[in-house]
């Protein structure tokens, strides 16, 4: 389905509750509220960190993670480029 890599959170590794899958792509969602858009402020809402299993696509999501992984940066889900660990937002889509 998906490229994907092993995921540790809070110091266990992750498995998809799904199909049992250890294989993960990261994302990053936004967690939109209705007032924070109605004052068009939705950068201020949270993200979540978002699992998709490389097996079946099922999703997991987290509220800040502790996330440990072989690679220390994170896909943007605009525009594709390499986000820095411990950086929130993408230098490409600022």
Do not use: Q, Y
Request: charged share 30%.
């Amino acid at each position: 389905m998906t490229e994907g890599k092993p995921v540790e959170v809070k110091d266990k590794k992750l498995v998809c509750s799904h199909c049992g899958g250890d294989s993960f792509a990261e994302r990053h969602a936004k967690l939109n509220t209705t007032l924070m858009t109605l004052f068009d402020m939705d950068w201020l809402n949270k993200t979540a960190d978002v699992f998709v299993c490389a097996n079946c696509g099922h999703l997991e999501w987290f509220l800040n993670p502790e996330v440990a992984s072989d690679d220390d940066s994170t896909e943007c889900v605009s525009c594709g480029a390499k986000i820095p660990k411990g950086h929130e937002r993408c230098s490409r889509c600022k």
